[in-house]
């Protein structure tokens, strides 16, 4: 008899490791599904917020207002947070729809021929700032974009630097890109659009990318932008239907376009998000923060 007390001690010592083992695994696989299963969100990319007269709380407020009705989670990045390490890591963030709030130009030739639209950033650029991203640099995959000639210069994004610097892959995301000739047209005598920029997003992975095929006023581009989320995500509109609603800059003529130009493209519409997504508190609190700067630059 008391020889087998250990051995059952033994037994119940193996049983209980037995429990925890399957416990942990059942929790390991919990957590996982939990980090593949989690919602898609929408992120904010407010780079005008970094010029105080520019900054539009309203459409803020606006856009996470049609985001929650939807469902969506979301997360709000504004102001000097937009810098080039900020582009870099964009695919990671794991969203479905990028609303990009940000200044862009289109870059010319001396003969007046456009070559290149880039996308501004709020870091200044400097010969100190320019060695830390020699690689980019020299390999032209950033480069010089200012708003008038002598004035601020901040590194601009171009697409090669979305094809080759930016890590890892969009998941089919829809890519609202608010800011001047996101698809704007070639100076060639013809009307040849320009989609360097908007292929570079596709062949990183996202779905599609809607931009104006020209200049565009600060405050048409926000007014146009809620009316665009509302029509795709509260009213399930096609990005053909929803592109199409949006009217001409009254000041410039441009319109909202889309790329690609493919049937499955324009028939796509954003799932009915509201029965499968939660929202998520963590991201449902922006609070602006106070100008840093007192001297900023205006755009023409």
């Known amino acids: 008899m008391s020889r087998r007390k250990p051995r059952k001690r033994r037994s119940r010592k193996k049983i209980a490791y037995g429990v925890i083992a399957v416990a942990f695994i059942i929790a390991c696989f919990l957590v996982y599904s939990s980090l593949h299963s989690s919602p898609p969100k929408v992120a904010i990319v407010d780079h005008l917020n970094f010029f105080p007269e520019q900054r539009n709380q309203t459409f803020v407020d606006a856009c996470i207002n049609i985001l929650e009705e939807g469902g969506l989670t979301w997360s709000y990045h504004e102001g000097e947070e937009i810098t080039v390490n900020f582009y870099r890591n964009l695919p990671s963030c794991g969203t479905s729809l990028i609303i990009l709030r940000v200044h862009s130009a289109i870059m010319k030739t001396e003969e007046g021929v456009i070559s290149i639209l880039g996308l501004f950033t709020s870091e200044r650029y400097s010969d100190a ?156 609190s922006p609070e602006p923060k106070a100008p840093k700067r007192t001297k900023y630059l205006t755009h023409e």
């Not at 060695?131 to 708003?147: E, I, P």
């Not at 601020?152 to 890109?177: A, L, Q």
Request: charged fraction near 25%; include cysteine; hydrophobic fraction near 35%.
């Open 129 to 284: 700032a320019a060695r830390k991203y020699r690689d980019d640099v020299l390999n032209d995959r950033l480069v010089k974009a200012f708003f008038t000639e002598g004035g601020e210069e901040y590194f601009g994004i171009v697409p090669k630097f979305v094809e080759e610097s930016m890590k890892g892959k969009f998941e089919d995301t829809i890519i609202i890109m608010m800011g001047c000739e996101g698809l704007g047209y070639v100076n060639t005598g013809a009307r040849v659009p320009y989609i360097d920029m908007a292929e570079a997003f596709v062949k990183k992975g996202a779905k599609v990318y809607i931009g104006w095929d020209g200049p565009i006023g600060i405050d048409h581009t926000d007014q146009a932008t809620v009316q665009l989320l509302q029509s795709l995500i509260l009213h399930k509109r096609t990005i053909k239907q929803a592109t199409e609603t949006i009217g001409k800059d009254p000041m410039y003529n441009s319109t909202l376009q889309y790329y690609p130009k493919t049937a499955e493209v324009e028939n796509y519409t954003i799932p009915n998000l509201k029965s499968s997504l939660t929202i998520n508190a963590a991201y449902t």
